[in-house]
């Protein structure tokens, strides 16, 4: 090799070292047995340093298939929940969603042509890149537990909107709150 072509790679190793890239971590539990891949935390306050429940599918009150929250008809009757709330810095669904998820996961199972797109958001704290990685991180999270329910993953899409949708206007903590969601769309 001539003191060109080294020269050459060389640069192109350095530029490609020094490219900067967000890091992208699986949903809360990364590997294990269903029921743990979809588990829900008790008192979430991190990713995950405590211990997991499983998910068990409780029978709610009935769901139907009439018009719901969205407007577009789709998707199990109004008064069920579509949207699951994190904490600060957080992707791991906490216990009191439980019967969101349950009651979703439901309507989903009891109609296999439904389709759901799960939209991760993200308070207005912190770069793009890192709200992007994590609202994808709770869109999955939300996802896993969905799937540990039963639900189809072909009835299913994660995405992740980070700060650029927010719930609630301002920069106060209650805004802040209501922002850090997954919403449950149905198509």
């Given at each position: 090799m001539t003191p060109r072509h080294l020269l050459v790679l060389a640069a192109a190793a350095l530029a490609l070292g020094g490219c900067s890239s967000v890091r992208l971590n699986k949903a809360p539990v990364e590997a294990g047995n269903a029921a743990s891949a979809g588990a829900i935390k008790s008192g979430a306050t991190s990713q995950g340093e405590a211990a997991v429940a499983p998910l068990q599918a409780t029978p709610l009150a009935p769901v139907g298939g009439g018009a719901g929250a969205s407007?577009?008809?789709?998707?199990?009757?109004a008064d069920v929940a579509?949207?699951?709330y994190f904490g600060y810095n957080s992707y791991v669904v906490d216990d009191k969603y439980r019967p969101v998820?349950?009651?979703n996961a439901q309507y989903l199972t009891n109609n296999p042509d439904a389709h759901a797109q799960l939209q991760g958001n993200?308070?207005?704290?912190?770069?793009?890149?890192y709200n992007?990685?994590?609202?994808?991180?709770?869109?999955?999270a939300v996802m896993k537990g969905l799937e540990v329910l039963g639900v189809s993953p072909s009835q299913l899409e994660a995405v992740s909107f980070g700060k650029e949708k927010p719930k609630a206007?301002?920069?106060?903590?209650?805004a802040y709150a209501e922002n850090r969601r997954?919403?449950?769309?149905?198509?």
């Open positions: 407007g577009g008809g789709a998707g199990p009757a579509r949207s699951v998820l349950a009651a993200t308070d207005a704290r912190g770069s793009r890149e992007l990685a994590l609202g994808q991180k709770r869109a999955d206007e301002g920069h106060t903590q209650a997954v919403d449950i769309v149905y198509k």
